[in-house]
């Protein structure tokens, strides 16, 4: 039996499940709060996650300014 590679988590695809989630809870009715810790907690997810990519997209953005840099210095 193969085995499947898992998907990274990424906050795509964590918006994606809330956006499920929600759907789910709009028709849950007097369960709905029984899928707040849920909801709490792929919220957390996707904050870190976006902290995340945001601090790897500012270290991008800085190697790339210090290449320019120093390009522009050996000019």
């Known amino acids: 039996m193969a085995r499947t590679r898992k998907k990274p988590i990424t906050a795509a695809r964590v918006e994606r499940a809330i ?16 899928l707040i810790p849920l909801w709490k907690r792929l919220q957390s997810e996707l904050e870190r996650l ?23 210095r050996s000019s």
């Open 19 to 34: 956006d499920t989630l929600a759907g789910v809870m709009a028709t849950a009715g007097p369960d709905a709060p029984l």
């Open 50 to 72: 976006k902290e995340e990519e945001a601090i790897l997209a500012a270290a991008m953005e800085r190697v790339k300014q210090s290449r320019d840099q120093t390009a522009a």
